[in-house]
T-cell receptor, first 114, second 111 residues
Framework: NAGVTQTPKFQVLKTGQSMTLQCAQDMNHEYMSWYRQDPGMGLRLIHYSVGAGITDQGEVPNGYNVSRSTTEDFPLRLLSAAPSQTSVYFC?????????????FGPGTRLTVL | TQLLEQSPQFLSIQEGENLTVYCNSSSVFSSLQWYRQEPGEGPVLLVTVVTGGEVKKLKRLTFQFGDARKDSSLHITAAQPGDTGLYLCAGLMRGTYKYIFGTGTRLKVLA
């Protein structure tokens, strides 16, 4: 199993450009999430999904869109990039194990917006 | 609003010393997880605690979930340089599938 994979690993965008960060998992997990990590702020939840066709907002959803057409894939779209979106983005998947939801993280995408 | 506060933020200790990291909140969580993150990588799960008062031990690491399920601690005995990293706690909000992460504790263990 590859686990959780993310592409690209690095990306530089200009202000106003759009792009999609890809995330895929091969563990048949129901739940998938996107986080951003900024220095001194831990990880903040952007959007999450509890199954194909179901998504919801996290703490910092503005400027990002998601969709979940399959169990395996959960792409994150930046509609019009802004310098404030410079961050490291992590995708995670999890299953529910008698209340002990175990999260598995991808390697991250490092995004710089100029 | 940061719901989970970790302390200390930074910790630099000598090999062989003991340390405790705290994770505190005013909110009640369904479960609480501890992760360790290496530079350039994603967080890796260390443990999940679910029951108030639960204590789990992984070799030299001891994790405790508060009785009220609002706080947790991570104790490392006889720290080693391999323990160096960023330690994150994460609480699962009750009735949701949302995880809230703490601000992190950056640990450096000197040989």
């Amino acid at each position: 199993n590859a686990g959780v994979t993310q592409t690209p690993k690095f990306q530089v965008l200009k202000t106003g450009q759009s792009m999609t960060l890809q995330c895929a998992q091969d563990m048949n997990h129901e739940y998938m999430s996107w986080y951003r990590q900024d220095p001194g702020m831990g990880l903040r939840l952007i959007h999450y999904s509890v199954g194909a066709g179901i998504t919801d907002q996290g703490e910092v959803p503005n400027g990002y869109n998601v969709s979940r057409s399959t169990t395996e894939d959960f792409p994150l779209r930046l509609l019009s990039a802004a310098p404030s979106q410079t961050s490291v983005y992590f995708c995670a998947s999890s299953y529910s194990n008698r209340g002990r939801n175990e999260q598995f993280f991808g390697p991250g995408t490092r995004l710089t917006v100029l | 609003t940061q719901l989970l506060e970790q302390s200390p933020q930074f910790l630099s200790i000598q090999e062989g010393e003991n340390l405790t990291v705290y994770c505190n909140s005013s909110s009640v969580f369904s479960s609480l997880q501890w992760y360790r993150q290496e530079p350039g990588e994603g967080p890796v799960l260390l443990v999940t605690v679910v029951t108030g008062g639960e204590v789990k031990k992984l070799k030299r690491l001891t994790f405790q979930f508060g009785d009220a399920r609002k706080d947790s601690s991570l104790h490392i005995t006889a720290a080693q340089p391999g323990d160096t990293g960023l330690y994150l706690c994460a609480g699962l909000m009750r009735g949701t599938y949302k995880y809230i992460f703490g601000t992190g504790t950056r640990l450096k263990v000197l040989a």
